[in-house]
């Protein structure tokens, strides 16, 4: 189906010029546009993620996938438009207000504390809220932090184990390979139970049953939690089996919005990504 106003094909068309967010949205993006001098890497953009939603965001390179990652994320601010999260307006928020709200990331290029132990990084996610008993009892190792921290590390082995790093706990993650760095990235952004979480590429380097293990995760944490998650991802057919919504992305514009049924027989989706 195409909005012959819009040229989007559609699903579930959103309507742009709404001036507020459903209040069923998790993260709404509305009206985001953002140039570059003369170029337009984002056009009028607009798109709601309920919650416990898994949204793909697919598209060529240079499409501005990244781009829509760095507004919401709040790295960059959007040369026009607004990101709501839950309802509230977040765009002049910082990534730290966003990410204490319950955001998190992970990108292209992979960022972890090398010299650090697997256990070590993930826990890092969590370490931030302190010992439970504020300075002075994280100084005299008071019995609710100590509690607190036995707690966050049964939390973390569980995760580990969930995404088959256990065995490799100890080692420093600038030992391991590429895939499994891939893997400690998605742990430590699921660790502090975050409501919503911007997925880059998080298949880049993994073999097929590696792929299955981050779906796996993914559904688990989503089904559990009910976190909701953008997912841009070049493995199409990791996509369409792991998501419940689909946005393509081109030159900076949705060109379809709609479940991955509908994605696969939608004439332009087809003969732009699935050949």
């Not at 909005?3 to 068309?13: A, E, F, L, P, Q």
């Not at 081109?250 to 696969?264: H, N, V």
Request: aromatic fraction near 6%.
């Amino acid at each position: 189906m195409t909005d012959s106003g819009s040229g989007v094909s559609t699903g579930t068309v959103k309507d742009a010029a709404r001036d507020e967010p459903t209040g069923a949205a998790r993260i709404a993006v509305q009206g985001i546009s953002m140039r570059f001098g003369g170029i337009v890497a984002l056009d009028d953009v607009s798109l709601e993620v309920p919650p416990g939603q898994i949204r793909g965001l697919i598209g060529p390179n240079g499409a501005g996938k990244t781009t829509l990652f760095d507004i919401i994320s709040g790295l960059r601010p959007p040369t026009e438009g607004k990101i709501f999260m839950d309802g509230v307006n977040v765009t002049s928020r910082s990534p730290m207000s966003r990410a204490r709200a319950g955001l998190r990331r992970t990108f292209q290029r992979q960022q972890v504390f090398s010299w650090l132990s697997v256990e070590d990084n993930v826990l890092a996610a969590v370490e931030w809220h302190g010992g439970g008993g504020g300075v002075l009892g994280d100084s005299v190792s008071w019995i609710g932090g100590r509690r607190l921290e036995r707690e966050r590390r049964k939390k973390v082995t569980d995760l580990l184990r969930q995404c088959d790093l256990y065995e490799f706990r100890d080692l420093p993650v600038g030992n391991l390979p590429i895939a499994k760095v891939r893997l400690v990235e998605i742990a430590r952004a699921i660790a502090d139970e975050p409501v919503v979480l911007l997925l880059d590429e998080p298949t880049s380097g993994l073999h097929a049953s590696e792929c299955a293990q981050v779906a796996a995760v993914v559904r688990r944490h989503r089904d559990e939690t009910g976190a909701s998650f953008i997912i841009v991802e070049h493995d199409i057919e990791f996509v369409l089996g792991l998501c419940d919504q689909i946005t393509v992305l081109e030159l900076g514009r949705i060109i379809f919005d709609g479940d991955p049924e509908s994605a696969r027989k939608d004439p332009g989706v087809r003969r732009a990504y699935l050949g």
